[in-house]
């Protein structure tokens, strides 16, 4: 059976074509169903189009809370009759106003390892923390979404990344980015093996 995936993004989408290719070559047994961004110029949005799939950016409305935000968002989602819903670079908390209609369906990709880096730019401070001596490696990680917590959740896979000595932070940005493409598409590849079909 081929599951049905939503994927929410905010940016470039990187995350996102590698599941649409993985779909698309069959190494993935699921359908792109809908792309939804908060952001109406990510790149994302125009890789989705590309593939042939409904592309989505999802005005915030002015006046409107966080949880009339996330409600809405919900209610959208579930027409889409998601069995996952992936935050592929998603860079928005989505509050249990969103969350509590979809138990253990969303999972985050995080750049970093279980509490470590958690919110915005964990790959450059990774780099920083690097530079400064800190650390010698870091990671990426897919968990599942079980509340309001940032990049925190039970983790379904995690790898880490050792550095490189005078690599720039851009191509070791690159190599995370590789990490992750792989991972997360493998993550899903895992979970969908035993795939139970999601009923609002
Ligand atoms: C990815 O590195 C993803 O792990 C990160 O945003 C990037 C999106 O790249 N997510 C987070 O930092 C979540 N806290 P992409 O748009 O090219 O897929």
Redesign the pocket.
């Known amino acids: 059976m081929t599951s049905r995936l939503v994927v929410l ?1 905010s ?6 074509q590698a599941i649409l290719d993985a779909c698309k070559s069959g190494e993935l047994l699921a359908s792109v169903v809908c792309v939804i961004s908060n952001k109406a110029n990510a790149y ?1 949005l125009t890789r989705a189009k590309n593939a042939g799939v409904e592309a989505i950016h999802f005005v915030k409305l002015e006046n409107e809370t966080r949880q009339e935000y996330d409600k809405r968002l919900a209610d959208f989602v579930i027409t889409k009759q998601p069995d996952y819903i992936v935050l ?2 998603w ?1 928005r908390i989505l509050s249990s106003a969103f969350l509590n209609h979809f138990p253990n369906r969303v999972i ?4 970093a390892l279980p509490d470590t880096f ?3 730019y ?2 450059e401070r990774a780099y920083e923390a690097y530079q400064k001596g800190e650390i010698d490696h870091t990671g ?1 990680m897919v968990h599942l979404v079980p509340d309001e917590g940032v ?1 925190d959740g039970p983790v379904l896979a995690k790898q880490e990344i050792n550095f490189i000595q005078n690599e720039t932070l851009e191509d070791f940005e690159t190599r ?2 590789k990490v ?1 493409h792989k991972l997360l598409v493998q993550t899903l590849k895992n979970l969908l093996t035993d795939n139970v079909r999601f009923n609002p």
């Open positions: 993004i940016g470039n989408g990187s995350n996102l994302g592929a670079g860079m985050n990709l995080h750049p958690v919110g915005t964990a790959i990426v990049d995370v980015h992750e």
